[in-house]
């Protein structure tokens, strides 16, 4: 039962999350700035980032839970913490400020924070660490994105 529980509470701050990203970057992927911009060719159409994002969150939830349930730790907490902040505040830099190049930043810290939940814990959760490789492979593609725009604008 406290799995579940567990599992709960971090799909609430997950999708919260989401929900946090979503009204910093307003409208900006429909925005003019954004749609001027030279773009990378494998960029996926707009419906497959909310499939995408979906898909990351419930799976990182259940991984959260999971490590949570067996280190409940204050390292755990951090890098949670500082995932979510990096997660939630790329939206603003990048599609509100258009700041590309901090954004990229941004984005490689927050690909850094998931590489060290997926090698720090693999022992504690074995076959459980493939929830976070979504995130993990989807934080690639989206980085590579942002140093797209970044090297060709």
Same mark, same amino acid.
């Given at each position: 039962?406290?799995?579940?529980?567990?599992?709960?509470?971090?799909?609430?701050?997950?999708?919260?999350?989401?929900?946090?990203?979503?009204?910093? $970057?307003?409208?900006?992927?429909?925005?003019?700035?954004?749609?001027?911009?030279? *773009? @990378?060719?494998? %960029?996926?159409?707009?419906?497959?980032?909310?499939?995408?994002?979906?898909?990351? $969150?419930?799976?990182?939830?259940?991984? $959260?839970? /999971?490590? /949570?349930?067996?280190?409940? %730790?204050?390292?755990?907490?951090?890098?949670?913490?500082?995932?979510?902040?990096?997660?939630?505040?790329?939206? /603003?830099? +990048? +599609?509100?400020?258009?700041?590309?190049?901090?954004?990229?930043?941004?984005?490689?810290?927050? %690909?850094?924070?998931? @590489?060290?939940?997926?090698?720090?814990?693999?022992? *504690?959760?074995?076959?459980? %660490?493939?929830?976070?490789?979504? /995130?993990?492979?989807?934080?690639?593609?989206?980085?590579?994105?942002? @140093?797209?725009?970044?090297?060709?604008?």
């Amino acid at each position: 039962m406290k799995l579940l529980k567990y599992i709960i509470i971090f799909l609430i701050i997950n999708f919260g999350a989401l929900a946090i990203g979503s009204w910093l $970057m307003a409208n900006g992927p429909q925005s003019s700035w954004y749609i001027n911009l030279n *773009q @990378a060719p494998w %960029t996926p159409p707009g419906w497959v980032f909310g499939v995408a994002w979906t898909t990351i $969150m419930i799976c990182f939830s259940i991984y $959260m839970a /999971y490590l /949570y349930k067996k280190l409940n %730790t204050a390292t755990v907490t951090i890098l949670f913490s500082i995932q979510f902040v990096l997660n939630v505040i790329w939206n /603003y830099i +990048f +599609f509100n400020l258009h700041l590309v190049g901090i954004g990229l930043t941004t984005i490689v810290l927050l %690909t850094a924070v998931v @590489a060290i939940f997926t090698v720090r814990y693999h022992k *504690q959760l074995k076959i459980k %660490t493939l929830l976070i490789l979504p /995130y993990f492979i989807w934080l690639c593609i989206a980085t590579s994105l942002n @140093a797209y725009i970044l090297l060709k604008n």
